[in-house]
């Protein structure tokens, strides 16, 4: 399965990029593997902001397994090095652009395809996935990666702005529940926070 764009409406197209292991084996393997989640970008930026309103996401509304663990990273840098480590897979949530679809649109790619790739692979952040795995690999560092993207409107807004556009935060919900069905498909699923009523 290569990269997968899903609409704000739910939809999913699939776009070839390059070749995963399959959801089954990956299931099969995953139960007891460490899984990292970084949420990537500046709440300040407006939509840059979005990996850190999924972190929020997710921890109001998700009780998190024991072998699952949330970040929220701001940017990706090499002092994350030692998660790649300590980590079997590496998730990161970050906005994208330059894809030519509409703000809102959710894409799943592999850590070289948003690197080494434009257009619909376009992180907003100069060092990517793949980049911290390079550098890993030479301290004899290894894990698995995994990319999930949306399509921003406005990244670089001219003042300091706390939120998102509209048409992004309301396809918030659907990046949130796309990271939530990516950790299903590992085996470690997401638990839903019980609502007290008062």
Request: proline share 6%.
């Amino acid at each position: 399965m290569g990269e997968q764009k899903a609409e704000a409406s739910g939809r999913v197209e699939e776009v070839p990029v390059s070749e995963e292991t399959p959801a089954t084996e990956e299931c099969q393997e995953s139960a007891l593997r460490r899984i990292a989640v970084f949420c990537v970008g500046n709440k300040l930026m407006l939509d840059d902001g979005v990996g850190p309103a999924v972190y929020e996401e997710l921890l109001a509304r998700y009780e998190v397994p024991e072998n699952v663990e949330l970040f929220d990273v701001g940017c990706l840098s090499m002092d994350l090095l030692p998660y790649v480590d300590d980590f079997d897979m590496i998730l990161t949530v970050d906005a994208v652009d330059g894809t030519d679809a509409e703000p809102g649109t959710v894409f799943r790619f592999q850590p070289d395809a948003m690197a080494r790739h434009s257009g619909a692979t376009a992180s907003l952040h100069d060092l990517k996935l793949v980049d911290l795995f390079d550098a890993a690999l030479l301290l004899g560092y290894k894990a698995e990666g995994l990319c999930l993207g949306m399509q921003v409107e406005n990244p670089s807004p001219a003042v300091v702005t706390v939120g998102l556009t509209p048409k992004v935060a309301d396809a918030l919900p659907l990046l949130v529940e796309t990271v939530a069905g990516e950790l299903a498909r590992l085996g470690s699923p997401l638990t839903a926070r019980v609502e007290v009523s008062a």
